[in-house]
């Protein structure tokens, strides 16, 4: 993500780091991946697509990656369970 972004001079790059893996520390790597895919995209409509986003902004892209990926894999099974009876 730091190749893609622009960093201020005033960064502290080393604290930056310390504060997404803090953010992120139980985040499954599927959902990291995308949420930061989605960054690097301007997908994400938070914050300023001109610079990298905070600890905070990643985190909750992450929590709705999450979620997207858990309501997907609960429709999939619904409609396995669907194909099963029906």
């Not at 604290?15 to 997404?20: C, D, E, L, T, V």
């Not at 989605?38 to 909750?60: D, H, K, M, T, Y």
């Amino acid at each position: 993500m730091f190749s893609c972004f622009p960093q201020s001079a005033l960064t502290d790059v080393e604290m930056q780091i310390r504060g997404y893996l803090s953010a992120v520390r139980e985040a499954e790597l599927c959902d990291l991946q995308a949420a930061i895919q989605r960054f690097v995209r301007g997908e994400v409509r938070s914050g300023n697509a001109q610079f990298c986003p905070s600890s905070a902004q990643l985190c909750i892209e992450v929590r709705e990656r999450r979620t997207m990926r858990e309501l997907l894999a609960r429709r999939a099974a619904s409609a396995t369970v669907r194909q099963m009876t029906g």
